[in-house]
């Protein structure tokens, strides 16, 4: 089974579109030639991600250390905060799960009603002093 990796970059002093417009071609022809089995490019409004499937760990690992790889990476817009390299699907691929709602903060949020009091004792006696020692008296 393929196993996916992801190279998230983020938009800096220039585009990352601009970026990937430079380096596509290198990226694409360097993974193919080491096994790539799939690829896709995602643009978004902060970045682009650029998804690729390889068969094997080891295929990843020599494509990453390639020089015409380490380049474009070397190359991005934000040299600081604009790079993710990571396992999996990146951001085109979208939640599993849709987001919980959250609750409303202030003047929307509805106070919980106070608990009833209980009207019988529960399983359990409240002990509020036990008895002494008896002493025996003669």
């Known amino acids: 089974m393929a196993e996916w990796w992801s190279i998230e970059v983020f938009n800096g002093a220039l585009s ?3 970026w990937k417009d430079s380096h596509s071609s290198s990226l694409i022809e360097s993974a193919i030639s080491n096994g790539a089995v799939d690829w896709v490019w995602h643009e978004h409004r902060w ?3 650029l998804e690729v499937a390889f068969d094997k ?3 990843w690992e020599v494509f990453r250390d390639l020089p015409s790889v380490r380049a474009a990476l070397d190359a991005v817009p ?3 905060n604009g790079l993710l390299v990571y396992r999996g ?3 085109g691929a979208g ?3 849709g987001r919980r709602p959250r609750p409303h903060a202030g003047a929307g949020a509805v106070a919980l009603p106070e608990p009833e009091p209980e009207s019988e004792p529960g399983p ?3 002990v509020t002093a036990a008895p002494g020692p008896r002493v025996a008296t003669r």
């Open 57 to 59: 760990d080891g295929q």
């Open 78 to 80: 934000d040299p600081v």
């Open 95 to 97: 939640a599993s799960l």
């Open 89 to 91: 699907r990146g951001g």
């Open 47 to 49: 970045g682009v991600v």
């Open 124 to 126: 359990f006696a409240a």
């Open 16 to 18: 990352a579109a601009r």
